[in-house]
Every structure is written in structure tokens, then in C-alpha cells.
């Protein structure tokens, strides 16, 4: 293991980079970054998955490329959230997302909303079976959990990657989140400090703004991440969000050294890494310039300066740390406190020693069990007024409005998988029609004339509180006088849009086992075990189920 006093400065500094690529292989860019400008580690995003055995030997080439070149072992980073934010999605046992993942597990034991041991075994396990399965591909650090509380239906980012809104069953869930991977020796990163539950603006297209006081940010905000700091998480990311009550200029966390370095370092205690979001999000590169910004974040305390995408940007973003540095604005006593910190995780997550596992470990018959037991767990009936489930076995228009690109996290959704090809697997007379998000007001003219031909219809509607074009198709497929039932394939939110709605089930994704584990409730083959992790205006508490009354 090279010693820091025997790196160079441009080392150190490339130490401090975590950069991402186009591709499926290393390109001749990727090597030079590794060999000449000695970053400390690499993204993956779906744009560099094929299938599971290729990410391994992708992998393993990158590794090698820093071996060869006398770079130390690299982070090999991934955002595998779970549910509907993961970028490997074939091939491994893709768990539910958080907030599924509290529905199943919320209201479990008795006399309490959140039944600490059971909700913390239930993400204790989908984090551990996912980390072994990134680690066996020689990814070794995930930007997971989401460590926000979503008490804001208007947020669009958030949602269904946290936990819930309840600030005590984020902390619970996050902890046991961050110590599953972290046993099965992946970095675990807490995001996104000090909180993006409560914003209505999306930080990857700008930069928004919390305006709470600090006694309510730190009653609420910031106990997840208190609690994973006692718990000893590996990372921590910063989010790119302006918090006025803890910063004089108009500065994001990210930027803000009363935030990273008077807050959470000074303050809280927290002796980890600290990482910043991506630098190219539009809440840093359009207001402050992503090269300029690198410098920023360094000076506000952070270790690690994550880069997705611009070659030019992110060798920029070197040469302006070594600059600031030369000209005195850093310390090169900074620069070390930073690596230092960098190498000691590397060391305790063993990237210095020989590296084991195989694909052939990931997407076993076990994991997908797990997996299925949970999604399973999650799906929850919010009401069922008029008695329509489980569906008759008669013929079913069966609609899908299709998952979609909705954030900066998300990416490109891919195969045809549909609530009404899953209904019909289990042998219902399904009438399945998939609606385009962007497309759904042209097409409710067609839908409407399928539905004459159905007895009844379940439509699965998709962040319609975003997209009222589907409040309007629910509302006119209910004019017909035929039963309707609603599912809600992301947020539960939509039922705030469609109060009207007699039945209305909360499945949180649409990932094709989601839709399984739908297909079965509905047809009432599994009993509906879900509770709401957030609540539903005033009839549907965090903590509901439906149980056959108001």
C-alpha cells in the first residue's frame, strides 16, 4: 500500500476524484484518468451495464489499469438504491426500494407505527443480499441509503427513495441499511445531508432552498444522519440544497463550510468521508460552475469530489484543486486530512487486499426469494369502499401509464413490462394497454374505447400528482359507471389527486416484480399486508392499512 508521503500532489489530488465514463469497456480516457491523473475511483451508471458477468470483467480491467500504473486500488461506485433507482437491473436480485421496503415492514409489532426489530431486519437484509451482490461484481461503494425524510408530497426527487416521513423510522431503517452493506463490505453512503425530503425543486435541474429554522431541522432533517453517524457509516454525501439557517451566503451544503465542516464535522462529530452529489447537477454547474465549484467543495470539507460525467471538467476540476493549492488558497495539510481519511476507508473495506467473488454469486434463486418476500410484504391496501377486490375473473382493461425518466436520478426504464402482461400470466381475460407518460391525454380516447369492451379496470397511474393528465383518464374511465381500481406505481401521493377513488392500492415501483407481487393481491392470492410509510391527507395516516373501514 503506498504511503501518502511517498504520493505527489497531483496524486493526492487525483485521490479526491470519482469520476464517470461513457462505455461498456475502459476507453483510452478512462485509462488516462487512471494511469496519469490517478483518480481514486470510478461511477457506474446503466449506460456502462450490459449484464452482470461484463460489469465483473469490467470491473476487474479497471482495477488492473490502476495496478499497472501504479494507482491505488479504485472505488468502483454504483447508485443501487433498490426499487425504481438502480443501474443494474438484469440478472441480480433487485430489492424493493425504501419506501417498499417500510411498507412491509411498519406496523409489525404491536402497540407502534414502526416495529423497530422488524423493520430493521427487513433493511438490514435487502441491503446486505445487495452489497454481497455488488461486491461480487468488484463494486465496493454504493451511494445508498437515502437517508432523507420525505414529508413533502410535492417533492420530486425524493419520494419513494425514502424511508417514509417519520424522522424516528428513517433513522431506524438507515441504520440498519448502512450496516448491512457495510457487513458485506461495501461503503455505505448516507444522502443527502443534511436533507432533501423537503424540497419541491429538483437539485439536479436547480438549486432549492430549505428555509426551516434550525430547531426544526434538527428535530426532524438531520436525526437519520445522527443516528448513522453513532452507527458508524462509511460516507456521507452532501446535498446541493441552500439552508439559510445554517448559512449566510447563498451557498448549497455542499459548498457551505458551516455545513460540512461546522456542522457536521464540528458539531456532530462525524470523522468519515465526506462526498459531495454529482458537480454537473445544474444546482452547482449552473450557478457556480462545476470546475470552480471542486475547489469549493475542498475548502468546505469535503474529501471526495464526485464528477459523472465531462472528461473536461473532471481533469479541469484536478488542475483547479492543484492551482488553489499552489496559490496558496488550500493547504496541502487539507489535501492530506482528505486522503488520508480516503485511504483508510480503502484499506478497511480491503481494496488492498486480493479480491474475491464472482457473478455467478449474484441473482441466485435465494437472493430472488428475499427479494420477492419482500415486494410482497409492501403492497398496501389503502381502501377498498365498495368491496372490488379480489378482481372477478372476467375480462379486465388493464392499464399502465409506463415508468419514466421523472428526476435527474433516474434513468432510461427498459422492456415492456405491464400490470395487465402480469395480471394475464395468472390467467385473467386482460385487455393491457401501456401508455407513454408524455402520451397520456392523446390516448384516452383509445383507452376509453377498450374500456366498453371490459367489465371492469385497474389502472396503474405513475406520479400523476405531476402528471394530471392521468387524474383526468381516471376520472373519465370512472364516468363509465364500471369498476375501477387504482394502483399507484410510485408515489402513494397520486390517491391525494384522486380522493373520489373507492379502491386504491400503494405498490411504490413498477419494476416488473412489483408488478408481480400486484398481479397477485390483486387477484387475491397474497394478503395485503402493507402499511403507508407517509400519509394520505387526513383519512390515511402514516401507519394505515385498510381494514374495511374508516
Known amino acids: 500500500m503506498k504511503k501518502i508521503q511517498d504520493m505527489t500532489l ?124 455488488l461486491r461480487a461484481l468488484g463494486i465496493n461503494l454504493n451511494f445508498a441509503p437515502v437517508l432523507d425524510v420525505n414529508n413533502n408530497p410535492d417533492n420530486p426527487v425524493i419520494g419513494v427513495r425514502s424511508f417514509g416521513e417519520s ?121 457556480y460552475g462545476t470546475v470552480a465549484a471542486s475547489v469549493m467543495a475542498i475548502e468546505a470539507g469535503a474529501d471526495l469530489v464526485l464528477i459523472s460525467h465531462r472528461l473536461d471538467r473532471q481533469i479541469g476540476a484536478i488542475d483547479a484543486i492543484e492551482q488553489a493549492v499552489k496559490e496558496g488558497r488550500l493547504s496541502e495539510a487539507r489535501i492530506d486530512a482528505s486522503v488520508q481519511r480516503l485511504l483508510a476507508l480503502k484499506e478497511r473495506r480491503g481494496l488492498f487486499a486480493p479480491q474475491t467473488g464472482s457473478a455467478a454469486e449474484v441473482g441466485t434463486a435465494e437472493h430472488c426469494a428475499v427479494a420477492q418476500r419482500l415486494s410482497e410484504a409492501s403492497i398496501t391496501l389503502v381502501k377498498d369502499e365498495q368491496g372490488l377486490l379480489p378482481l372477478k375473473r372476467v375480462r379486465t382493461l388493464a392499464v399502465t401509464v409506463a415508468a419514466a425518466v421523472s428526476s435527474g436520478v433516474d434513468e432510461a426504464y427498459a422492456g415492456p413490462a405491464s400490470l395487465g402482461a402480469a395480471l394475464a400470466e395468472r390467467g385473467l381475460d386482460v385487455l393491457d394497454r401501456v401508455l407513454p407518460l408524455a402520451e397520456v391525454g392523446g390516448l384516452t380516447g383509445s383507452v376509453l374505447a377498450a374500456a366498453e369492451e371490459a367489465e371492469q379496470i385497474v389502472i396503474g397511474t405513475y406520479n400523476a400528482r405531476f402528471h394530471p393528465a392521468q387524474v383526468e383518464l381516471v376520472r373519465a374511465l370512472q364516468a363509465l359507471g364500471k369498476p375501477v381500481i387504482v394502483v399507484a406505481l410510485r408515489v402513494p401521493y397520486d390517491l391525494l389527486e384522486l380522493p373520489e377513488v373507492s379502491t386504491f392500492i400503494a405498490a411504490y415501483e413498477s419494476r416488473p416484480l412489483a408488478l408481480q407481487s400486484t398481479a397477485k393481491a390483486l387477484l387475491g392470492e397474497l394478503e395485503m399486508k402493507g402499511h403507508l410509510p407517509v400519509t394520505l391527507g387526513s383519512g390515511y395516516p402514516a401507519g394505515w392499512k385498510w381494514e374495511g373501514g374508516l
Open 10 to 133: 497531483r496524486e493526492k489530488i487525483g485521490q479526491m476524484l470519482l469520476c464517470g465514463f461513457e462505455g461498456t469497456e475502459a476507453t483510452e480516457q478512462l485509462k488516462a484518468l487512471i494511469a496519469e491523473h490517478h483518480i481514486g475511483g470510478v461511477i457506474y451508471f446503466a449506460r456502462n451495464v450490459e449484464q452482470t458477468g461484463q460489469v465483473a470483467d469490467l470491473s476487474e480491467q479497471l482495477q488492473q489499469i490502476a495496478e499497472q500504473s501504479d494507482t491505488l486500488p479504485l472505488w468502483v461506485s454504483i447508485d443501487q438504491e433498490g426499487g425504481m433507482v438502480a443501474r443494474i437491473t438484469e440478472g441480480v436480485a433487485l430489492m424493493p426500494g425504501q419506501m417498499a421496503l417500510a411498507a412491509g415492514s411498519i406496523g409489525l409489532k404491536e402497540g407502534t407505527k414502526v416495529g423497530i426489530k422488524d423493520a430493521g431486519d427487513a433493511a438490514y437484509e435487502a441491503a446486505f443480499i445487495s452489497g454481497k451482490e
Open 167 to 287: 424522522a424516528e423510522l428513517v433513522a431506524e431503517f438507515g441504520q440498519r441499511s448502512v450496516q448491512g452493506f457495510q457487513d458485506a463490505n461495501v461503503v455505505a453512503t448516507a444522502k443527502h445531508f443534511p436533507g432533501h425530503g423537503d424540497t419541491s425543486v429538483d437539485s439536479h435541474l436547480d438549486l432549492p432552498t430549505i428555509k426551516h429554522e434550525q430547531e426544526r431541522i434538527r428535530s426532524l432533517e438531520l436525526v437519520p444522519f445522527i443516528q448513522a453517524i453513532k452507527g458508524g457509516v462509511d460516507a456521507i454525501m452532501s446535498s446541493h440544497i441552500y439552508f439559510p439557517a445554517f448559512e449566510s451566503e447563498k451557498l448549497p451544503a455542499t459548498l457551505s463550510k458551516s455545513v460540512l465542516t461546522g456542522l457536521l464535522r464540528e458539531e456532530l462529530g462525524y470523522e468519515g468521508v465526506v462526498m459531495t452529489d454529482c458537480m454537473e447537477m445544474n444546482a452547482i454547474a449552473e450557478h
